[in-house]
C-alpha cells in the first residue's frame, strides 16, 4: 500500500504559476512510477505528465509541454508539477498517481486559472 497526499492548488489568474506536490507514505517511494492526472467538470479523468523511478524519464500530454514540468525527490518521498503559463482550461481537480502492480491514488487538489 502507498498512501499519497497532495497539496499547492489554489485559484491563479492566467499566465500565473503554481507548484503541486505529492507526498507518499508506505512502501518504497523509489519503486514507483508517478504520475499527474486531472479532471475537469463534466470530463473524463486524462494523463497529464508521468516520471519513471529514477527520474530519467518524463512524459507530457501534448496539451501541457513546455508549460509543465514533472520531477521527483525520492528522498522526500514527494513528486512535484510545476505548472507555468497556466490556461483557463488547466482549470482541474488534479490527482497524484503511483503505479507498480496496481494504481494508486490521491485525493486530489483544485487548481482554478481564472481568465
Known amino acids: 500500500q502507498v498512501q499519497l497526499v497532495e497539496s499547492g492548488g489554489g485559484l491563479v489568474q492566467a499566465g500565473g504559476s503554481l507548484r503541486l506536490s505529492c507526498a507518499a507514505s508506505?512502501?518504497?517511494?523509489?519503486?514507483?512510477?508517478m504520475g499527474w492526472f486531472r479532471q475537469a467538470p463534466g470530463k473524463e479523468r486524462e494523463f497529464v505528465a508521468a516520471?519513471?523511478?529514477?527520474?530519467?524519464?518524463?512524459y507530457y500530454a501534448d496539451s501541457v509541454k513546455g508549460r509543465f514540468t514533472i520531477s521527483r525527490d525520492n528522498a522526500r518521498n514527494t513528486v512535484y508539477l510545476q505548472m507555468n503559463s497556466l490556461k483557463p482550461e488547466d482549470t482541474a481537480v488534479y490527482y497524484c498517481?503511483?503505479?507498480?502492480?496496481?494504481?494508486?491514488w490521491g485525493q486530489g487538489t483544485q487548481v482554478t486559472v481564472s481568465s
Open positions: 508506505g512502501r518504497t517511494f523509489s519503486n514507483y512510477r
Open positions: 516520471i519513471n523511478r529514477s527520474g530519467g524519464s518524463l
Open positions: 498517481n503511483a503505479q507498480l502492480s496496481r494504481n494508486y
